[in-house]
């Protein structure tokens, strides 16, 4: 069975730029979420779709960040214009809805702003 | 607001050693707790569930426990290899609400 996969793996970018990271969960599952870890802390929810529609996003800094997920597969993560603060690794999960509640994670999206 | 601690932050070992790391919550009112491991750059992977209603899961050398009264957990690591050594997290959740972490115990295991 495939996990989730995620795109690119390491983005360097200057700030104010724009950067996407792309998500694709485990087939049948219907939760996501997209975590910011910061160096030497544990992940922190940045949003959590169930299908396409949003379940939280109280942590989500809504002025430059934001998510979709339109056919309730692939997600979409943006952020624009970044932030140095925005250096993180960013990692998708993704749960089977009803089941044990067991996520499962990608290997991460680590973005470098200068 | 739940927060979720884990001590130590770091810990090293020799090989051979069984150890404990040590995950605590504030809220006791969980669905489960999860128990991740994560090598230097990489994701997490799952090591063990544990729903609220359980007391334990075992897999091979670990066994992590969960005491929801007390909001502690451990996972116990028996007969610590060189490959352990990686960075140890704890989540909790509610029921459909997403999972909350603790910083992690980075663990080093000397052979």
């Known amino acids: 069975e495939a996990g989730v996969a995620q795109s690119p793996r390491y983005k360097i970018i200057e700030k104010r730029q724009s950067v996407a990271f792309w998500c694709n969960p485990i087939s049948g599952h219907a939760t996501l979420y997209w975590y910011q870890q910061i160096l030497g802390q544990g992940p922190k929810l940045l949003i959590q779709f169930q299908n396409n529609g949003v379940v939280d996003d109280s942590q989500l800094p809504k002025d430059r960040f934001s998510a979709e997920r339109l056919k309730g597969v692939d997600s979409t993560l943006k952020i624009q214009p970044a932030k140095l603060e925005d250096s993180a690794v960013y990692l998708c999960?993704?749960?089977?809805?009803?089941?044990?509640?067991?996520?499962?994670f990608g290997e991460g999206s680590r973005l470098t702003v200068l | 607001k739940q927060e979720v601690t884990q001590i130590p932050a770091a810990l090293s070992v020799p090989e051979g050693e069984n150890l404990v790391l040590n995950c605590s919550f504030t809220?006791?009112?969980?669905?489960?707790l999860q128990w991740f491991r994560q090598d230097p750059g990489k994701g997490l992977t799952s090591l063990l569930l544990?729903?609220?209603?359980?007391r334990e899961q075992t897999s091979g050398r670990l066994n992590a426990s969960l005491d929801k009264s007390s909001g502690r957990s451990t996972l116990y690591i028996a007969a610590s290899q060189p490959g352990d050594s990686a960075t140890y997290l704890c989540?909790?959740?509610?029921?459909?609400?997403?999972?909350?972490f603790g910083k992690g115990t980075t663990l080093s295991v000397s052979s």
């Open positions: 989540a909790v959740t509610r029921a459909g609400t997403a999972l909350i």
């Open positions: 544990i729903q609220s209603s359980q």
């Open positions: 809220d006791s009112a969980i669905y489960n």
């Open positions: 999960a993704s749960s089977f809805a009803g089941g044990t509640g067991e996520l499962f």
